[in-house]
Each structure stands twice: as structure tokens, then as C-alpha cells.
């Protein structure tokens, strides 16, 4: 009896899986022979911004399927790369080695993005306070250890800076924030250049009490929670650090001068490299020259593949991107603003269209 | 050497067993509270997101529902434990019935160490072998292989502590009515084992669940619901939205994010309450202490 | 024989798990073994870890291509694993122990399915979610109650309970939401065990005059002592290669070595999940092949420490019952 009863049960079981599996089965449409798929994987500063282009694309083409990953713009370009992914999203351009090795992925601007220096400094966050690139790089190494540190003090003169410990924070997984946050540093600061130089991650200098955190939201959360600490954060979470209520550092640019990340000077920086900017616009953007270039912005890319396996798909990548580095389709402010990237300049546009026109 | 008697060594007995008492149920307490407040966390914040159209929309990458991930998390899951559960089971009855040699204890020895390999590793694995080498792309196959891996061996040794409970005159007394082999571990000791290997498997589904990193390398994600194809198809799953999502700069997006928390601990519950429903069905009352 | 095929069945099943991790392991030595060439052996004992410049081109050294400062010294994350690990099962067992009496024996039938209900839905809370948890709401409370309280009790009598606590995130925080992720792990597999302890057992340490606490302590849970360390070891696996939660609580150290339990660490498996992305953009491929090396080290580890954990319970052959 009781061996029977078990059978009957253990038959339940198989029978319910096998319904569930075949009701997952039945959810699914038959996809449309027409539809070309496109996976789009990589840095997780653009991910928001493909997450807001891709629907309103989607319902001009429906036979387009745009699938969209946030994985790391180190992924982005290995599975460009490798093939599993059409369009690899990155933060970085590649190193030339890089480009020597895989001749055939194009790097592709789609957008300026910019980066904040915060700071949690009971009674300071409302006020900006200025800082620069070698007192920031003293910070990080370890040898700027205290707030009212004098090559602080000296920054921000009349401002009660408290005798405190600073916590810097940085990103423990890779990212473009901390890439344009160590070339400023890099490019302000020999001697940060010379020991630790700049990368998607780098060698952090041990300074004690220093902290690693993950992803922008984590470095809002660390640095809300450490009272003293010092964080960069990408300018896509302008919101999330001010229902913090950190402060947002002036950052001393290559003129002299000290600015906050806004329209005009993230503009004014990338208009300073446009004439720069090479055919293969591979290029940093960080600490422009000119009076009020913002220091920390950088160009986010599409790392494409020229050669694509068949020619619909690269029709339909030509056709995207196409629409992406346009003001009038993805470089729309109405989706810019949301991710607070600037459109590219006109040149730069019509250097990513010439780039894109060589997807075949 | 007895202990001269004391009179208060009775009530010195009964204060220590008091104070065990205290003690176990503070660590209950211990780990209930931390659970409840993740509990109330994740509700809290994903309170917004909870509507029908999470069952019946595919996500759009901010917001929308999450049918895609739900669906893909079902199909995973599913496909690792096709995989996983035969093989943990007969892998735990041959430890537990014939792994006394030195094959039996090396392979236990492995078992234990393949739980120490962190799913990433497992993942990056099935990237290069599975998803590049073979060539299968993300998809179905090498995320449920990749998780079928990182299970196997919590199945294979609940299975195992399980039948090794079986009292061994149960097993005798089959052989001594001339049953074979077969019948004797499925038919007598597996009933009486099935609780312990249920744990196993239960604990398989809810970690095969809860996990991200093995399968962004492995079944990539999808924000279109799955089309049925076993390769060449990247599929979603709640873990992708829980970890991306959050990393994103709009509200609806973390809600969503905290919403698909809420559905990974909803759908073990729902597995659990199921299989304790079928076990209390399958077997005959526990005969009384 | 009839037997002969059921006993096949189960021998191909069971040499699956044998073929699987060896070829993870084969995997694992192809693989990064441009990185064991280069890294020798110096760098179990380097704590700097760095990738070098990624942008310049590359030098050669001991006959490998690589970037130039590159250097892959583990020590830090070797030291970051073994202490979390340890932490975690020393705060783990003990509470697994207490929560499954509780659940096999200081419960009323009715309500025992219910507080299981609790504790095995510890396993259901993904990773990511313990580590957003950890970060929001455990970590101030390590830094402003649990932090001060440790460090001036036993914080007076070791000191490496003592010193500053920083803000919460570290050695302490990563090893809580590890014992968090343990915890069911083992309470379910002793309160298994527990439940089957035939009557007649208990029956007679009762006779023997026992209190209840008495008749778990001394006649139930010796019987499921082999349940005890196979679960043990099953949650030291489970906190060796936790990724996720960890990463997020952990505090990322670099660098540098924890000098109390508060202090950042960074265990082996976050690293690897948070360095991949970084290292796939070397153009030499060693970054990689050198996470492929820790991997692998890691492998080595967990091989080692079951081995002790069987050596130290003297149970090389776990379950005996």
C-alpha cells in the first residue's frame, strides 16, 4: 500500500514538472523568420541609455530585435570580439595592441558621459567644495590622510575644514567611472601616472580605512553611511546623490579654473577635441584644455565588428547606430537628459557615421 | 569518583537545560530576524513594481514586467534539475549503499570540493568551453549545465546522509524475503530517504535560483521571452534583474529589481510548501515516538 | 547477475561528479598556465596586485608577454578567504546547532513546519539581495552597535578584536552574511538527522533520569555527529566560493592585509567576479589566465582544508552511522 501510494506521488511530481515545462513552452511566440536579432552587452553606464532607446526602436522596427546586457565594458569587447555580441558596449577605447590585434572592431562614440566627485563632510555637503587633481591623488595614495590637510585647506580658503580622517572610496569591480576618475588623476599628477597609472580598475594604493564598493549605487550607499569619505561617481546618479545629500566637489580643470559638471562645461570640454578627435575616434577626453572644460567626461562606445556574418544584420546595426548618433534619434536630449550624457558634436557624429557606414 | 551528592545538582541540571533552551532559541532568533528584515526590505522596495503586468509583460530593459525572467528562470532551473537530480541521487545511493572503499571516499572528497568552486569560476568555464568552444552561444544548455554543476554536489551528499540513516535491519530484513538489490534501496530504503534527499534538492533549487554569476556568462539574458531553441538563444532570468537592474539610475528600475527578489524567495517557498504537500501525501503518518 | 545494470547506472552516475571537477581542474591548469609560468611561486607570498598599464604596449618577461607593472601577488586574497571562512563557520555552527534542537526538539509538531519554513528560506535569498542588505542595513549597525560592543568586551583581552572599526564594511560583515548563508545549510541536514533518532534512544535517557536538554545533548546529537561534519563541510564550500554578497560587504581591500576583524578584505571568489571584466581587456591575455591562476589556487584550498576538517574530526569517512 504504502509503496503504491509513493509511485502515484512520485508520478504526481514528473507529471506537474512536465505541465509546468510545457506551459512555459506554450508562453513563447514562434519568432517571426524576418527578425534579426541584435545583442547588445557591456558597460553598465550605457545599459541605461540602450534600456531607453531600445523599446522607442523597437516599435519603429519591430522586425528588430535588440536584446541589451549589462556586463562590463571589458565584456562588451571581448564578445564584440568573439562574435557572441554585435554590439560590445564599452567605457573605454581600446589600447593600441588591442586594435593591432583585432583590426576589424570599429570603436564607435555614441554619447558623452561625465563623472562627479563627492564627499560626505557633515556640514560642508551643501557647499562645494574645490578640489584638484594632485590633492585628489594625494588622497588616494595615502598621503593626504586628514580633511584640514593644508594642500586642502589651501583650495578652499575661509572654509572650517574638520580635523578628520578622509575615507576614500573607490570601485572594487571594473568600471569606466574609475577609468576617467584615474586619468584625470594620471594626467594631472605625474607621480600618479608613474605608480599607479590608470585603467577600468588599477592597483589602489593601500590607505587605511579605505574602501572598496560596487557599482555607482554602492558608492552612494558607502559614502552616504561613512561620514568623511570621498567618492567618484558617474553623473547618471546626479539624483541619487542628492537624495543623499553628499557633496559635490569643484574640480580644478587643466586652465585652472574650478567647475562642476553641467551642459556648458561638459560641452565647452568636448568641443576643446574635436579637432583632435582621430578617424578611428580614439581618443580621451579627459582634462581638456580651455577655460571651462569640465576635467572628467569621456566618449562611450559601440565596439562593432566590421565584418558582420550576414548581410541583414549588419544592415540593421548600420541602421541603429545610424539613429543613435543622431540629435534628431538617440541623441535626442529626451533621452539624454534622463542618463544626463551630452549628444555628440556634429563632427564627432559624422566621424561615428562614417565608422558605422564600414559595417558590412 | 562519583561526586558527593548535592541536593542543588538536580536544580544546577535543570538551570542548564533551561538556559540551552534560551540559548537554541536565540539562534533561531538569531537568523529568523535578519530574515524577516529582508523579507520586509525587499517588499518594502519592490512594493511599487508588484502588479499583474509582472506576470504578464516582458520586461523593457527599465521597467515593464518580468514574464522573460520568469518564464527563463523556470526553464533554467527546470533544465539543471534534469540534469542534476539523477545524477546527485545515484551518485548519493551509491556512496551511501557501496562507497565504503577508497573510490567511494575520493569521490566524496570531490564532491565536497567541487561545492568549494565559486559559481564565477564555473560560469567562466562554461564560457569558454561551452559557450565559445562548442559554440552553443548563450543559451538554455550551458546555463543548465552550469548550474547542474554547482548543485550536483549538495544533492549527491544529502542524498547520500540520507540513506545512510536507513536502518541497516530494514535492508536486511529485504534481503532476507529474497528481494534483489533494486528493490531493496528503491522500494525500502528510498521512501524512508526521501525526506533527507527532498532537503537537497530543495536547497539546489533555492541556491540554483539565487545565483547571477554563473549564468551571465553562460545564459547571457534576454529581454524577449524564451522561442523554445536550446542553443543560440539567450534566455532572462530574476537574478539578472535583481543584480543590473539596481545598478541603474531610475526608480523603476530598482523597484523591478527588488520585485524580482521578492518572486525568487516566493517561488522557493512555493517549492518547499509543494514538496512538503507531496511528501506529507506520499508517505504514511510517521508511526508515534 | 541482475544486479549488474542498477550497480552500472549508479557507477556512471557517480563517476560524473569525479569527470566533471576534473575537467574543470584540467581546465583550470591549461588555461592559466601561461600565468603559472610567469607568477612561479613568489606570488602566494605578494600582497600587490595590479594589472599594469593596459594602454602601453607591452614587455616581455621571463620569456611571457605582459603588461608593463604587472603584478599578480594573491597573499591578500588568500588571507581575505581563509579568515572569512573562518569567521563565518565559527559564528555559523554553533548557531546552526542551536537552531536545528530548536526546530527538532524545542517545537510542538504543529509549529515545527512553519520555523522550518523560516530557516530554509535563508537559502532562498539570492546572493545579490543579502549583499544589498548587508551593505544598507548591516553595516551600520557593525560600525555604531555590534563593532563597539565586540571591541570593548573581547576587543580588551585579544587585540585583534580591538582597534578601529571603520565604517562597518570588512572582515566582520562579509563573515556575518557568510554565516547567514551557512546557517541553513547545516541546520537542515542536523534537523534531519535529529528527527530520525529512533524513540527508543531517547526513551532511554530519559529512563536514565535525563532532562529533555540532557537527552539531545548527550544521547541525539552524538548520533548525528557524522550529519554535523558532513553539513560543515558542505557550508565551508559553500562560504569559500560565496561571490556576490561577499563582494558587497567586504570593503574590497588591495593591497593590503587585515590588521583586526573589521578591517576590508577580499576573498579569492569575489575577486575573480570583480577583476574579470578588467582583465579581459589585457590584450597578453595574462590578467586573465592569472584569475584563472587564483582559480585554480582556490581549488587547492578547498582540497586542503577538507582535507583538515576530515582530519581534525578524525572522520575520514563520513557518514558512518
Known amino acids: 500500500m504504502q509503496k503504491f501510494r509513493l509511485t502515484q506521488g512520485m508520478r504526481g511530481a514528473v507529471a506537474a514538472a512536465a505541465i509546468a515545462t510545457v506551459a512555459t513552452l506554450g508562453t513563447a511566440p514562434i519568432a517571426s523568420a524576418r527578425t534579426i536579432d541584435i545583442l547588445e552587452t557591456g558597460s553598465t553606464l550605457l545599459y541605461p541609455l540602450f534600456n531607453l532607446w531600445v523599446p522607442v526602436y523597437h516599435r519603429m522596427h519591430p522586425e528588430i530585435r535588440i536584446n541589451t546586457q549589462g556586463t562590463g565594458s571589458g565584456t562588451g569587447i571581448a564578445e564584440a570580439i568573439s562574435g557572441v555580441a554585435q554590439i560590445g558596449a564599452s567605457d573605454a577605447y581600446m589600447s593600441d595592441m588591442q586594435v593591432k590585434q583585432n583590426p576589424a572592431i570599429l570603436n564607435i562614440p555614441l554619447a558623452i558621459s561625465a563623472q562627479t566627485i563627492n564627499y560626505n563632510v557633515p556640514g560642508l555637503n551643501n557647499i562645494h567644495l574645490k578640489l584638484n587633481g594632485p590633492v585628489l591623488a594625494g588622497i588616494y595614495d595615502g598621503q593626504i590622510r586628514d580633511w584640514n590637510n593644508p594642500a586642502i585647506q589651501r583650495l578652499n580658503p575661509g572654509v572650517r575644514l574638520p580635523d578628520h580622517v578622509i575615507t576614500p572610496i573607490h570601485r572594487t569591480d571594473g568600471s569606466g567611472d574609475t577609468f576617467i576618475f584615474s586619468q584625470y588623476l594620471s594626467f594631472s599628477t605625474p607621480a600618479w601616472n608613474a605608480r599607479v597609472g590608470y585603467g577600468t580598475t588599477i592597483s589602489w594604493p593601500a590607505v587605511q580605512g579605505g574602501l572598496g564598493a560596487i557599482g555607482n549605487p554602492g558608492m552612494v550607499q558607502a559614502s552616504s553611511q561613512t561620514p568623511y569619505s570621498i567618492a567618484y561617481i558617474g553623473v547618471s546618479f546626479t539624483r541619487e546623490v542628492a537624495r543623499a545629500h553628499l557633496g559635490t566637489a569643484e574640480i580644478e580643470n587643466r586652465a585652472g579654473m574650478f567647475l562642476l559638471p553641467n551642459l556648458h562645461t561638459v560641452e565647452a570640454a568636448a568641443q576643446q577635441l574635436v579637432a583632435k578627435t582621430p578617424r578611428d575616434e580614439r581618443i580621451s577626453l579627459v582634462f581638456a584644455p580651455g577655460k571651462f572644460s569640465y576635467p572628467i567626461i569621456n566618449y562611450e562606445y559601440a565596439m562593432v565588428n566590421a565584418h558582420q556574418a550576414d548581410g541583414a544584420t549588419a544592415i540593421a546595426l548600420r541602421n541603429f547606430l545610424s539613429w543613435a548618433v543622431n540629435t534628431r534619434g538617440g541623441n535626442a536630449a529626451r533621452f539624454l537628459n534622463q542618463v544626463r550624457f551630452i549628444a555628440l558634436p556634429p563632427r564627432i557624429s559624422a566621424l561615428s557615421r562614417q565608422q558605422i557606414a564600414k559595417i558590412h | ?289 | 547477475m541482475t544486479l549488474k545494470p542498477f550497480r552500472m547506472v549508479l557507477l556512471l552516475a557517480t563517476s560524473l561528479i569525479p569527470l566533471a571537477l576534473a575537467a574543470i581542474f584540467v581546465f583550470l591548469v591549461r588555461y592559466s598556465w601561461p600565468a603559472i609560468h610567469f607568477n612561479g611561486f613568489g606570488f602566494l607570498a605578494r600582497h600587490t596586485w595590479s594589472l599594469g598599464n593596459l594602454y602601453a604596449n607591452p614587455t616581455v618577461k621571463h620569456g611571457q608577454q605582459v603588461p608593463i607593472g604587472a603584478d599578480y601577488g594573491i597573499l591578500v586574497f588568500i588571507v581575505g578567504t581563509l579568515s572569512t571562512s573562518t569567521v563565518a563557520l565559527a559564528i555559523a555552527i554553533p548557531v546552526s546547532l542551536g537552531v536545528a534542537v530548536f526546530l527538532a526538539e524545542g517545537l510542538s509538531a504543529r509549529l515545527r513546519p512553519l520555523f522550518s519554513f523560516i530557516v530554509e528560506l535563508l537559502a532562498a535569498v539570492p546572493s545579490v539581495v543579502y549583499g544589498l542588505w548587508g551593505y544598507s542595513v548591516l553595516t551600520p549597525i557593525i560600525a555604531h552597535d555590534i563593532g563597539p560592543a565586540v571591541r570593548d568586551s573581547v576587543g580588551r583581552v585579544i587585540p585583534f578584536f580591538g582597534g578601529s572599526i571603520g565604517s562597518g564594511y570588512g572582515l566582520l560583515a562579509a563573515s556575518l552574511v557568510l554565516a547567514l548563508m551557512v546557517v541553513p545549510i547545516i541546520a537542515a541536514t542536523v534537523r534531519d538527522g535529529l528527527a530520525r533518532v529512533p524513540a527508543e534512544t531517547k526513551e532511554a535517557a530519559y529512563a536514565l533520569g535525563a532532562t529533555h536538554f540532557e537527552v539531545v545533548r548527550r544521547a541525539m546529537l552524538p548520533m548525528v555527529r557524522s550529519n554535523i561534519i558532513g553539513a560543515c563541510i558542505l557550508g565551508l564550500g559553500r562560504a569559500l566560493g560565496e561571490t556576490m554578497a561577499v563582494l558587497m560587504v567586504s570593503g574590497g581591500a588591495l593591497n593590503y592585509l587585515p590588521n583586526n576583524i573589521y578591517s576590508p578584505v577580499t576573498t579569492m571568489a569575489s575577486f575573480i567576479v570583480s577583476q574579470l571584466d578588467s582583465a579581459l581587456q589585457d590584450p597578453t591575455g595574462m590578467a586573465v589566465r592569472s584569475l584563472a591562476e587564483i582559480a585554480l589556487i582556490l581549488f587547492i584550498i578547498a582540497v586542503l582544508t577538507n582535507v583538515l576538517a576530515r582530519f581534525l574530526t578524525g572522520s575520514r569517512n563520513v557518514p558512518t552511522i
Open chain 2, 1 to 289: 569518583m562519583s561526586r558527593p551528592f548535592k541536593p542543588s545538582r538536580i536544580a544546577r541540571r535543570r538551570l542548564v537545560s533551561g538556559v540551552s533552551w534560551v540559548l537554541s532559541g536565540a539562534a533561531f532568533l538569531l537568523v529568523a530576524v535578519p530574515l524577516l528584515d529582508i523579507l520586509y526590505t525587499v517588499l518594502k522596495k519592490g512594493f511599487s513594481a508588484l502588479s499583474p503586468t509582472l506576470f504578464t509583460e516582458v520586461t523593457n530593459g527599465i521597467s515593464g514586467g518580468l514574464l522573460n525572467a520568469i518564464t527563463g528562470t523556470l526553464v533554467l532551473v527546470t533544465g539543471a534539475l534534469v540534469i542534476a537530480v539523477p545524477v546527485g541521487v545515484l551518485a548519493g545511493i551509491h556512496l551511501s549503499e557501496f562507497g565504503r572503499g577508497a573510490f567511494g571516499r575520493a569521490v566524496r572528497f570531490l564532491d565536497d570540493v567541487l561545492t568549494g568552486v565559486p559559481s564565477i569560476v564555473l560560469g567562466y568555464f562554461s564560457y569558454v568551453t561551452l559557450v565559445i568552444g562548442v559554440g552553443w552561444q548563450f543559451s538554455v544548455v550551458a546555463g543548465s549545465i552550469t548550474l547542474a554543476m554547482m548543485v550536483v554536489p549538495y544533492i549527491a551528499r544529502f542524498t547520500e546522509i540520507a540513506f545512510s540513516q536507513v536502518p541497516n535491519n530494514l535492508r536486511e530484513a529485504g534481503y532476507a524475503l529474497g528481494l534483489r538489490e533494486f528493490t531493496v534501496i528503491t522500494r525500502i530504503a528510498m521512501p524512508l530517504a526521501l525526506p533527507g534527499i527532498l532537503t537537497g534538492v530543495l536547497l539546489a533549487i533555492a541556491i540554483s535560483l539565487g545565483e547571477t554569476a554563473p549564468l551571465i556568462y553562460t545564459a547571457g539574458w534576454s529581454n524577449f521571452l524564451w522561442s523554445g531553441r536550446l542553443v543560440h538563444e539567450p534566455i532572462g532570468y530574476l537574478t539578472y534583474v535583481i543584480w543590473s537592474f539596481i545598478n541603474q539610475p531610475y526608480r523603476s528600475a530598482h523597484a523591478l529589481a527588488f520585485a524580482a527578489a521578492f518572486l525568487v524567495i516566493v517561488l522557493v517557498l512555493l517549492t518547499n510548501i509543494a514538496a512538503t504537500w507531496l511528501l506529507r501525501r506520499t508517505r504514511p503518518a510517521r508511526p508515534a515516538p
